[in-house]
């Protein structure tokens, strides 16, 4: 069979190849833009959520001008000390803490037991928390004439505990015994202390 080509003269031949490739870039410029004209509303989409994080942001950042109270900002250096004085400084205060809280408990048998130091990162420079667990173990002393209940003077310690002038987190209690009586009873503790960084 023969090519029907080869009968064309060469100048139609060059004006159909000029043809189909200006067909072709006609396409390809078509299917180009059907792509940029499909992509167009992820690019908005996209455009728009920033839009939203930027007016958040904007947002608290007013919100964060607005509170701001100056008579607030210069109470806070005297807060920062007040809340210091709330830290034990190091084991010999905690030395000191449990020789007062023996002593407190006359009418019961407490033993102290210091356990693991944590730290924690502290704001202020040089410095560092550390998070001393304790365990206490309470007894009812020796039987006499008490005008509390074992249970009532156990309440009543751990509510001294909790509330002394330090910091000091009472984060678990187990207590055993019969009705209106208690035989032993343990109390874990955290001590919070503001120490120098090493």
Known sequence: MQNPLKNFPPEMLRDLK?????????????????????????????????????????????????RWNPQEAEQMPGRLKESQKQLFSGQEEFGLWQTELKRQASQLTVSVNAGV??????????????????MVDVRPSAPGV??????????SF?????????????????????SNSVNEAHLALQLWSLENSP
């Open 18 to 66: 000029v043809r189909l490739v200006l067909l072709c870039v006609f396409v390809v410029s078509m299917a180009l833009a059907w792509w940029s004209i499909n992509r167009l509303p992820d690019s908005e989409k996209k455009l728009e959520r920033q839009n939203l994080k930027i007016t958040e942001l904007e947002n608290q950042i007013t919100e964060f001008e607005r």
């Open 117 to 134: 130091t944590k730290t924690q990162d502290c704001p202020l420079p040089g410095k560092r928390f550390a998070i001393m667990s304790a």
């Open 146 to 155: 008490r005008t509390n209940s074992p249970y009532l003077r156990l309440l």
């Open 158 to 178: 751990a509510q001294n505990l909790s509330s002394q002038n330090k910091r000091v987190d009472l984060v678990e209690l187990k207590a055993s015994g019969s």
